[in-house]
């Protein structure tokens, strides 16, 4: 880490070094080409200056712009021409400025506090209108769109990064989601296990203990038959174990899982065979049911049935399967068993008790039904209501009190934390394929109910963001140099028509002759006068009593040419002389 910042730091330097040899190019050239200019105010100072606001244009950029327009502000001061080189250095700090700091406001205070020393500049050397003109043209462009511009490009990028930051967020989602794939798979396969082997290694157990009571056997095959209904006891425990570390209670998803084909009826048939007690009938015109309420109604006969194996063995169950029109109620209830019932069949009961029960709440909540499980005057009783039909958006139920259907006295156990159903869309196909891993996913996954989501995803609305600014700084970028041209366009427009129509040529100034009348020297004068006469010019002295005009002596628009003066007296020339540029 150490490495990738020295490295950074260095190619900062050499850009640094690069940008200021460019900028020292283009002062060096306009040092070489002044005719007259001083090494230390014109040459040295102004690469000084370069110097220091070059590297500050990463910290500090608005102080780099304003020690540059400090060197423009001292080339007004200049008596020949305020045009100067120093205006290029400006426009690419000021490029700088708007790349590098997001915000608008500051800077472009910086950007109209510029300006404003430059029009103070102006007024306080009393600098002729072409300055003027140059200092709220030429400046403030060279000011505002080299920042606009560097605004526009800094959009840009940020475009460019944040879809790249879209990408990634969206690689990073589907390993999210193939991550949660994975789990709700341990979490199935965990709820498989538990409803399928658990209920087969119960009914195991039991045979081994109804066996072992026959009177038939040998002590030798009793004692076989207690040590195979130990071992399968341990490896009902263990099994539970292993269902405690696959089981995600956070996330999990009690899904239909794998399919079966077993009925209830067929569940029924072995748990008879097997030595349970079981008395069931049905009640009702048995309708289609689709093949996820098969499966929630064959899940809760079995974990009923297991329930009341492990820790009622050997008491009656009664099973009561009633349909409706429109759902199906399922009754499993089961005696308490007696004091030592446990002991007289060697079952013994298991820990984590609830656990079960916990993910049939789950797994009926999933389709839109109701579970209660309760005591119930000596007996145990788990009564299911599921619809023919899953709603696609079930209330998550609240937990109802859950106790071991052996141990009516004792604590109810709730289901803390019971994670929110999600939707089950397509009767048929396995909850675990059907309910996204989270809503965020749901959202950025493409289907058929992605365009009518409520709300759109946050990188969506952060994508539509960073294009709606890079739109509008496109259009500033657009449009302020329009608006500057509808207001600047006809001032200079109109000042180079003043200045070009007020020159008199040097040859028509020698053909003018002292004495003679203005209608004579009408053809050879221009269409008007200048207007803006310096003021060594002006306080130049004049003979007495003759009003003086001055001309242009060259076309030249941002130099500083000679003037022409002729003084008349009423309409007679009385003198001319050459005014000079410079000031004496």
Same mark, same amino acid.
């Given at each position: ?433 059907? &309910? #996204?891993?989270? /809503?965020?996913? *749901?959202?950025?996954? %493409?289907?058929?109910?992605?365009? @009518? $989501? =409520?709300? +759109? !995803? ?63 020297? &009408? #053809?050879?004068? /221009?269409?008007? *006068?200048?207007?803006? %006469?310096?003021?060594?010019?002006? @306080? $130049? =002295?004049? +003979? !007495? ?40």
């Amino acid at each position: 880490m150490l490495h990738a910042r020295t490295t950074s730091a260095g190619s900062a330097r050499a850009a640094d070094a690069a940008l200021w040899a460019a900028l020292a190019a283009t002062t060096g050239y306009g040092f070489h080409d002044a005719a007259t200019a001083s090494l230390t105010t014109d040459l040295l100072l102004p690469l000084a200056v370069l110097a220091v606001a070059v590297p500050w244009s990463r910290h500090r950029p608005a102080a780099a712009v304003v020690l540059v327009n400090g060197l423009c502000a001292v080339g007004l001061a200049d008596p020949a021409t305020p045009g100067n080189t120093h205006v290029l250095p400006l426009a690419a700090l000021s490029f700088l400025l708007g790349s590098r700091v997001a915000a608008a406001r500051s800077p472009l205070l910086v950007l109209a506090g510029c300006s404003a020393v430059n029009l103070a500049t102006c007024a306080v050397l009393r600098a002729h209108p072409v300055w003027w003109f140059y200092a709220m043209s030429v400046l403030p462009a060279a000011l505002l769109l080299p920042w606009l511009m560097g605004r526009h490009w800094r959009g840009r990028r940020q475009l460019v990064r944040e879809g790249w930051r879209l990408a990634r967020s969206l690689e990073d989602r589907q390993h999210l989601v193939a991550e949660r794939a994975r789990l709700t798979e341990r979490a199935g396969i965990a709820a498989d296990m538990h409803d399928s082997l658990g209920h087969a290694l119960s009914l195991v157990a039991l045979r081994a203990g109804a066996l072992e009571l026959s009177p038939d056997l040998t002590d030798r095959d009793r004692a076989d038959l207690a040590e195979l209904r130990g071992t399968i006891a341990d490896a009902v425990e263990q099994l539970r174990d292993t269902v405690a570390v696959l089981h995600d209670p956070p996330n999990g998803n009690t899904g239909a899982g794998l399919p079966v084909n077993d009925t209830v009826e067929d569940l029924l048939s072995r748990a008879v065979a097997s030595g349970v007690p079981v008395r069931w009938e049905r009640r009702g015109a048995e309708s289609p049911l689709s093949p996820l309420i098969a499966r929630g109604m064959y899940r809760v006969v079995q974990e009923a049935l297991t329930n009341a194996v492990k820790h009622a063995p050997g008491c009656p169950i009664s099973v009561r399967i009633t349909h409706e029109p429109s759902r199906t109620h399922v009754s499993v209830m089961n005696a308490v068993p007696s004091a030592g019932g446990s002991a007289r069949t060697g079952v013994r009961p298991g820990r984590g008790v609830g656990r079960g029960l916990m993910g049939l709440h789950e797994r009926v909540a999933v389709l839109g039904g109701s579970l209660r499980t309760e005591p119930d005057a000596g007996r145990f009783h788990v009564t299911a209501v599921l619809p023919h039909q899953t709603t696609t958006r079930p209330r998550t139920p609240t937990p109802e009190p859950m106790t071991t259907p052996g141990r009516p006295t004792q604590k109810p156990v709730t289901a803390p934390g019971t994670p929110t159903p999600e939707p089950v869309t397509a009767p048929g196909t396995p909850a675990r394929a059907q &309910a #996204p891993a989270s /809503p965020s996913e *749901a959202t950025l996954t %493409p289907g058929p109910d992605t365009a @009518s $989501a =409520p709300f +759109p !995803p946050e990188s969506a609305k952060r994508l539509a963001s960073v294009r709606g600014e890079a739109r509008r700084r496109s259009a500033v970028a657009f449009v302020a140099p329009v608006v500057a041209a509808v207001f600047f366009v006809p001032s200079a427009a109109y000042l180079a028509w003043q200045l070009t129509t007020s020159v008199l040529p040097p040859s028509h100034f020698d053909e003018l002759s002292v004495g003679r009348p203005r209608a004579e020297l &009408a #053809p050879l004068l /221009p269409a008007r *006068a200048y207007p803006y %006469p310096p003021d060594h010019a002006r @306080s $130049a =002295p004049r +003979p !007495p009593g003759t009003r003086c005009e001055f001309y242009r002596s060259g076309r030249d628009l941002l130099g500083d040419v000679d003037l022409y003066r002729l003084c008349w007296s009423g309409d007679t020339l009385s003198a001319k002389d050459t005014v000079r540029a410079r000031r004496p």
